[in-house]
């Protein structure tokens, strides 16, 4: 029987389409819940997966026939890799192709917090500008300051490259050493030295149990008072709630979020806080990068299921070498 391919939700064209006529295709065109994914799976021998899909044991064992997850991301962690090496299934990612796209954002919303671009542009639609004064909305300069990269990767020094041309010098926390003939690699400081210091922290961390959380209340009080957070990683490194006291406190001056703690539901704290620039996760949303993305996801469903090795595995002991790199490389 020809194989089926199994896609929770359309990709940019051309992508999906062009599995057929080689495999039936079926497309959910809807958020799963474990166990709606688990029903979807039983025929099938590739499912293409985004990061949002709870890719648990129970779906990978309700999927016996399944070759390959292939997931529309670069982090894997919404998949039990565990459970699919232990069925010798393959899971593939999309690495390298965003780095520039979440690099971008990154610097947009740190630009946007900065210039006050959001009050800005509310005071203009509302009738509240009156006309140029000395003390309107002022903001502060990026050139002087300090630029902390938590997890000094791929998108790390993407940041740190772009933050160069604004006059910000950088510095990393990551355990891996810093790579002396890599303009772009920060110099290596400790965790509560790069809070110390930054007046800008910006996440660029994979999602595992030991950086779950890493920035609460107790982190917050380590930060340089009036500094800025973003993150544009994974929302679940930051506990929403302690963010909006560090807010409150004056400590943390502001921060730009991509992505939740509970995602899709935000703190209502931080939805009402004109120092909290929000996007919906955004970071490669740009046309070129998900096309890309979209073409390597096929790309290796199409060699696992004619029996070629896929080019962007993910490895289960280890996590992938994107997160690896996030991270500056080895587990924070």
């Known amino acids: 029987m020809t194989p089926l391919v199994v896609a929770t939700r359309e990709l940019p064209e051309p992508s999906l389409s062009t599995l057929e006529p ?14 709606e994914l688990a029903a979807e799976v039983g025929e099938a021998d590739a499912l293409i997966t985004l990061v949002s899909d709870p890719v648990t044991r129970r779906v990978l064992e309700a999927g016996a026939g399944l070759k390959i997850v292939a997931n529309y991301a670069v982090g ?43 009050e800005g542009d509310r005071m203009v639609r509302t009738g509240g500008f009156a006309g140029w004064s000395p003390d309107l909305l002022l903001g502060t300069d990026l050139k002087g300051k300090v630029l902390g990269i938590v997890g000094p990767g791929r998108i790390g020094k993407a940041v740190v490259r772009r933050a160069r041309a604004f006059g910000m010098t950088a510095i990393a926390y990551g355990r891996s050493p810093r790579d002396e003939k890599d303009p772009d690699d920060p110099p290596r400081v400790s965790f509560e030295d790069l ?101 390597m996801v096929v790309e290796d469903v199409r060699r696992v299921l004619t029996g070629e090795k896929p080019l962007r595995p993910v490895t289960p002991e280890v996590g992938t070498r994107g997160e690896r790199a996030a991270r500056g490389g080895g587990a924070l």
Not at 95 to 113: H, Q, R, S
Not at 227 to 238: C, D, E, H, M
Not at 277 to 284: C, E, T, W
């Open 22 to 35: 080689d495999f039936r295709l079926r497309v959910l065109g809807y958020t799963p819940s474990e166990l």
């Open 195 to 295: 809070l110390r210091r930054s007046d800008v922290v910006s996440l660029h961390l994979p999602l595992s149990e030991e950086t779950r959380g890493l920035f609460n209340w107790e982190t917050f009080q380590k930060m340089k008072p009036g500094s800025f957070l973003i993150n544009t990683a994974r929302g679940q490194l930051v506990e929403e709630s302690a963010l909006a006291r560090a807010l409150d406190s004056g400590r943390v001056a502001g921060a730009g979020l991509d992505v939740y703690e509970n995602e899709p539901a935000i703190t209502p704290a931080l939805l009402d806080d004109d120092r909290v620039v929000l996007m919906p996760h955004a970071g490669s949303a740009t046309v070129e990068t998900r096309r890309e993305m979209a073409r």
């Open 76 to 118: 894997v962690d919404n998949i039990d890799r565990a459970a699919a090496a232990a069925r010798g299934i393959v899971i593939t990612h999309t690495p390298n192709v965003l780095t520039d796209a979440t690099a971008d954002l990154t610097m947009t919303l740190l630009l946007t917090l900065a210039r006050r671009v959001i």
